[in-house]
């Protein structure tokens, strides 16, 4: 449960220490402390995760912003995404890229870097797993997947999220 707050927190860390506050008032209804508590039954797991994001939620509504890049509009709160108005349905894998690469526009994100954010720290060397949700999250966002114009690939070090109507958007590539 711990590394699933630290994972949901991520650079909000400070923000954990609220959300194990709410937790252990969760628990109060235990006769253990929440650290010791056996959690033998899933709906006790459920309550208390579901717990722990709603205090997360309550923490800092406002960290989680709208992006915009061009015609793309990525609600990170909402988990939503639209392309020149029409709403997109992504996988989580595929939406987790999109929000690493949406928080950081115009930036180069190694692959290294991407697997590790959405797949965890045990991931940075399967550069096929990424390159198979990017050439799928593509079919979803880009107007012709085979010629990008969001989802740009750096070759041999990662991918870019640019604005195509900005003229230093870099020439796409597959």
Known sequence: MCHELSRVAGEHAQD???MRREIDFLALDRDEPFLEVDHQAADDDDRLEGGARAALRRARPSLEPIITVGGLVVDLEKRLVTVEGKEVNLTPH????????ARNPGKLVTHRSLLREVWGPGYGSES???HVHVSQLRRRIE??????RYLITAPGAGYRLVDPTRPEASTPTN
């Open 16 to 18: 954990v220490e609220l």
């Open 94 to 101: 595929q939406f987790d890229i999109l929000r690493v690469l």
């Open 128 to 130: 096929n797993l990424l």
């Open 143 to 148: 107007p012709d997947p085979a010629r990008p």
